[in-house]
């Protein structure tokens, strides 16, 4: 062991220079003593991150630790799964006991997810399923405190559905036009939000439709060993860290920085192509006879990724990924990854620009920043709306900007005016009329509200805004009291009438 001689001149030194080269030199002096430098918890999940950004893990916090083995049959459409996952404790409650949701068995998921097994720090532990057979409950024998962990394992079997083959079907879950498609293929833990008082709090436990996005997630971490037939493409989320190829089959090992979930999409028919944005590797992969547009699908989500980092900050992550899959024209977003439907790749072509750039967005508003999907859907939609006009301005100018706000807002949300079907934009998936007013009102004219906004405190305060917003909720969940406190930050007391003029009621028909 080396002495530490110049122990006491570094002290002085750190105390006349202030706190940041105190951190430094404490750091400096540990290793001096030889001491073990402590493990680096996060170690298997920093190669998903870029270097600028390995921070966000150490400032994350206890989260969600998801091992998961998974093995997928696409020719008998089926996935078995075991998954070790360190569950914290983030809430004030004490819990006795965990919910995990299983996505798959929504109805328009059309999945059955059958959990085998549940041990609780390797003890087994009886499991019920609750709210329609979308969850399961795990009574724990000693409640877990506030800001403790527990280990759960749990083991499950999964069939999906096989939906039919023409382009025109809406597949966001299992097996269509050769690709198959399995967001949430494992028990997700629950969302838990605290009460207003201690004791009060609840788990998240809402049964979407398919009319908006039906999953809410506590931020994670996920390790994922993939086992598919060799042929098969996948597209996930995280970053590949290993591959080995075993008989005719392929193990293919994944991590994720934070994380809302982790998703698998593969094909045997996918080829890709790839660029780099602003140190991300984006990955676009197409179907045989659509390499033009798989092209275009790149360009478009690099060009996505570098303006709204200059914009909102910049994207976390190694990797970015977009693909085709059976939702017809419609497009989603998952982590790190956008899909978009085979449609726009074909027929539907002229759509592909727009909706790389809608989806693209939600890296940020849903993947960083996220929200009820179910109950506040204006929060991340009507943002991802309109970041699309920041992306158009920003590669053609102001006025297609405009045209996009006019053609694609506006004049839909004039329609709807005249025929009296207005509604509050502020309003869970469940309260429209239909799809069409749904989209019509949380997106457009939630988009046209954020337009508003911006004109009123102009571009570089609102750029600021988004921002600050972005750092503040940081891997958090918002809902629409918390994002007001973060409107009132621009001091502008008009911006709460037009909120409540334009998200909370209907305007008088005719007006502007
Ligand atoms: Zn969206």
Known sequence: MKPCRRSHQFVWLASSLGSGLWLLLTLALGSCTNAAPPADPYAAYRPALKAAFQQDL???????????????????????????????????????????????????????????????????TPFVYISENTAVRLDLDVPLLSGREVSVTLTW??????????????????????????????PALAVYTDGPTLGTGQWWLDIGSERGDSAFHPISLFSVTLTLPASWVAVTSGT?????????????????????????HASPLFNQVTTEAYGTRVTSYYLPG???????????TAQALRIYSD??????????????????YRGMEYPQVILLGVETYGRFRDRLELLAAHETAHQWWYQIVHNDPVNDPWLDEALAEFSMRLYIQDLRG????????????????????????????DQPVQAFLNGSQYETIVYAKGAIFWEIVRERVGERQFDRFLRSYVERYRWQI??????????NTLSDPALFTLFEEWIRQPPPVGAP
């Open 58 to 124: 150490d400032l994350l916090g206890l989260v969600p630790r998801y091992a998961i083995s998974a093995t997928l049959d696409p020719t008998k459409n089926q996935l078995f799964g075991s998954a070790r996952i360190t569950v914290p404790n983030n809430s004030n409650d004490p819990w006795t006991y965990l919910i995990f949701r299983l996505y798959p068995m929504l109805r328009h998921y059309g999945g059955n997810l059958v959990v085998q097994s549940a041990l609780v720090e390797d003890r087994p």
């Open 311 to 328: 914009r909102f900050g910049g994207y976390p992550f190694v990797d970015l990924r977009v693909a085709p899959a059976p939702i017809n």
């Open 398 to 425: 102001n006025d297609q900007a405009e045209q996009l706000a006019r053609q694609r807002w506006r004049a839909p949300v004039e329609g709807l005016r005249s025929r009296s079907q207005d509604a509050a934009v």
């Open 290 to 300: 659509e390499e033009a547009a798989g092209r275009a699908a790149l360009r478009y």
């Open 157 to 186: 079997r999964l069939e999906f559905p096989r939906w039919n083959d023409q382009t025109a079907v809406y597949a966001l879950f299992g097996h269509s036009q050769q690709m198959v498609s399995l967001p949430l293929f494992y």
């Open 478 to 487: 918002v809902d629409t009291e918390q994002w007001l406190n973060e409107l």
């Open 240 to 264: 590949e860290v290993a591959s080995e190829p075993i008989g005719d089959q392929a193990r293919r090992v994944y991590v994720t920085g934070p994380s809302r979930e982790f998703l698998i």
